[in-house]
């Protein structure tokens, strides 16, 4: 069986209410999303959270170990991040993804302007209600809520990759950015804390796409890149019609995944002078990669095979396991 070398320690996404905001948006969503929508915009808070218990099940175990008062903060930019992260499937044209685009970057606009007293109001979004405030107990810069729009408007126009270089930038400006949003959540500042949420952005985004392999090559989308399935020699055409495992993927599912692992290494490593341990204020930003070690760790015990059926069946210990990195600080 192929390993990991140096692999240690602990072991997303639907959610598209949308609601046109400014002139120029499309208007053509259901009147039952309207209503739904409408509807959470009287509990923002409350919409939220029940977005990420039921799309996100591992963004929503660690939510708990936000500070209370920081919890609301924390689903309204989960929420956010999945609203995002799934334009691309919610709609059938790119136009239709674009003006979806469009309104979240006049949101997040309206939203830092807002809090600047320049007289704008949010969106009448639960969503962007819960973003704004989370801006009122929060620094949160708009810069990193763009960068992510940015990337997902990328994605509008291709999911593929031709470099492990542009995959592992297209994981910076939406995960890795993400933890750096997190990180200002808690009012953390440091240069330690963002280099580790970098690298550990981009080992997330990996294996969560390495998980998803089989959803998105049935949609005809290869999500390895280019240079890792060409060395191998993986005949995509086939991966896409046959839905099944073959030596060559799994030599470049096992690639992937090992860069993925070897940036978990090295955000670890930014923490070796303190023996691993991690500051306990941060630690609920870090206990997300508890997931990215348990999916790392099933992928090699079924070789690789991404269409093993176990890798679809939710891990029952990962809420023990979330809990004992949490109080070991460690990941």
């Known amino acids: 069986m192929l390993a990991f070398r140096n692999c240690y320690g602990l072991p997303r996404i639907a959610g598209f209410w949308w609601q046109p905001g400014r002139i120029g948006c499309a208007r053509s969503f259901s009147a039952s999303s309207r ?9 923002p808070t ?20 936000y ?21 691309k499937e919610a709609v059938s044209q790119t136009t239709l993804g674009q003006a979806r685009l469009v309104f979240w ?16 109001k949010p969106p009448r979004h639960p969503i962007a209600l819960a973003l704004y405030e989370a801006t009122q107990r929060s620094r949160l810069a708009p810069y990193h809520f763009q960068r992510i729009i940015e990337a997902r408007e990328q994605e509008l126009h291709s999911q593929t990759h031709m470099t492990v270089e542009s995959a592992t930038s297209h994981a910076e400006s939406t995960a890795s950015t993400f933890l750096y949003i997190l990180l200002s959540l808690l009012n953390l500042p440091s240069a330690t804390l963002s280099h580790s949420a970098s690298h550990l952005g981009v080992a997330q985004s990996f294996t969560t ?3 998803a392999l089989p959803f998105h090559a049935s949609k005809g989308v ?30 470049a599912v096992f690639e992937f995944a090992t860069i993925a692992n070897d940036n978990l290494i090295t955000a670890r490593e930014m923490f070796k002078e303190t023996g691993g341990q991690v500051p306990q204020e941060a ?4 206990t997300s990669a508890v997931p990215v070690v348990s999916i790392l760790r099933r992928l090699e015990a079924v070789n690789f095979n991404v269409y093993d059926p176990s890798l679809q069946v939710r891990d029952w210990k990962l809420p023990w396991q979330v809990w004992r990195s949490y109080y070991k600080r460690s990941f």
């Open 67 to 87: 500070p209370r008062q920081l919890q609301p903060g924390y689903y309204a930019l989960r929420a956010f991040y999945i609203e995002l992260a799934m334009v």
């Open 222 to 251: 290869m999500v390895i890149p280019a240079e890792i399935t060409a060395k191998h020699g993986v005949n995509q055409q086939q991966v896409f019609t046959k839905a099944e495992p073959s030596k060559a993927l799994e030599d």
């Open 105 to 120: 970057r006049d949101a997040i606009k309206d939203i830092f302007d807002v809090s600047e007293e320049i007289g704008n």
């Open 46 to 65: 409350e919409y939220c959270k029940d977005l990420v218990r039921k799309h996100d099940y591992e963004g929503f175990l660690t939510s708990q170990f």
């Open 209 to 211: 796409l390495l998980r």
């Open 283 to 286: 630690m609920p930003i870090f």
């Open 35 to 43: 209503t739904r929508s409408a509807a959470g915009a009287s509990n």
